[in-house]
Nanobody
Framework: QVQLVESGGGLVEPGGSLRLSCAAS????????MGWYRQAPGKQRELVAV???????TYVDSVKGRFTISRDSVKKTVYLQMNSLKLEDTAVYFC???????WGQGTQVTVSS
């Protein structure tokens, strides 16, 4: 059973930065996708960024150039560096692992002045 533990959320002013972490346990060797999704109040959950075991990355257009996803394979941890945060980035951010479609508990990111 894969378990994901997120950390790093919080309150930040517009233009600020935060780094989210997602530590995985119970994973097996082989191909995987680890990603960050977010869900704002009243909106559907959306993919923010994903990284594969080979290091390939994909971003939603709204965060390109501002967010960076990376991984530490030894620590089995995925990071999301978020810069130039905007009000519309406010959401609960969830870590996801595939295969198996496992989710973390979510961490709140609030961008507010």
């Amino acid at each position: 059973q894969v378990q994901l533990v997120e950390s790093g959320g919080g309150l930040v002013e517009p233009g600020g930065s935060l780094r989210l972490s997602c530590a995985a346990s119970g994973t097996r060797t082989g191909a995987y996708f680890m990603g960050w999704y977010r869900q704002a109040p009243g909106k559907q959950r959306e993919l923010v960024a994903v990284i594969t075991n080979r290091g390939s990355t994909t971003y939603v257009d709204s965060v390109k150039g501002r967010f960076t996803i990376s991984r530490d394979s030894v620590k089995k941890t995925v990071y999301l560096q978020m810069n130039s945060l905007k009000l519309e980035d406010t959401a609960v951010y969830f870590c996801n692992y595939k295969p198996g479609d496992f989710w973390g508990q979510g961490t709140q990111v609030t961008v507010s002045s």
